[in-house]
């Protein structure tokens, strides 16, 4: 996906743009990497540090979206962190409109959406440090008539993401600010079903713990 935007000031080394993700323009494909500590080249201003227990991969570092895979499991489940993702309404093909960037708002959206089906929210924290977020599991209730696109993200061109049949996406959401500016953190989990899921659930919370970044809850 292409980004484009205004250009900024330029912040020091440790402060994130509060533009960003919006006037993010990077991407990388970085490939193979860990075990040990990865630094996003684009994802929250190049300035997101991940550590990996063994050997994962990555094919997407970009303003929007970093996520990676255990090496060799890229298209079975993957952990994806997200910034200020965008509610996609599938009926009218647009980003919903009066749906707050707020935990609460997002958990109600996705709750009241008929192709989706949600657990009731639960409390945790992510990352190192230790962000307060609430979880929801997400899953297809449309029986296979349609293919559940929820997401999108700043200009996207398009883009959205989509889950179907027993695909299951665990979704972490925490309210932060950085730059000045309040944003919403998204850190997802996919599983190819629910036993996929609780497998892969033990190393993916192991990495998502290690994430830092100077951000701080809103």
Wanted: hydrophobic share 35%; glycine share 10%.
């Amino acid at each position: 996906m292409a980004n484009t935007s205004s250009v900024s000031p330029t912040p020091s080394e440790s402060e994130i743009r509060g533009c960003v993700p919006e006037c993010s323009t990077g991407f990388s494909d970085p490939g193979a990497i860990g075990p040990g500590p990865y630094t996003t080249a684009a994802f929250l201003d190049g300035q997101l540090t991940v550590t990996y227990p063994s050997r994962w991969e990555s094919h997407e570092d970009q303003g929007v979206e970093f996520s990676s895979a255990p090496a060799a499991k890229w298209d079975v489940h993957r952990v994806l962190f997200w910034d200020d993702i965008l509610p996609w309404d599938q009926k009218h093909g647009r980003v919903a409109t009066g749906v707050p960037s707020t935990t609460a708002g997002w958990v109600e959206w996705l709750s009241s959406n008929p192709i989706v089906t949600v657990t009731s929210p639960r409390h945790a924290t992510i990352t190192r440090m230790r962000l307060p977020a609430t979880y929801i599991d997400i899953t297809d209730a449309s029986g296979g008539e349609r293919f559940p696109e929820p997401i999108t993200w700043p200009n996207a061109g398009g883009n959205r993401y989509g889950m179907g049949g027993d695909f299951v996406l665990r979704l972490y959401l925490a309210e932060v600010t950085y730059g000045g500016k309040d944003h919403l953190l998204a850190v997802a989990v996919e599983g190819q079903d629910s036993e996929d899921l609780k497998s892969f659930l033990p190393e993916a919370k192991q990495v998502i713990a290690s994430a830092e970044a100077p951000i701080e809850a809103a």
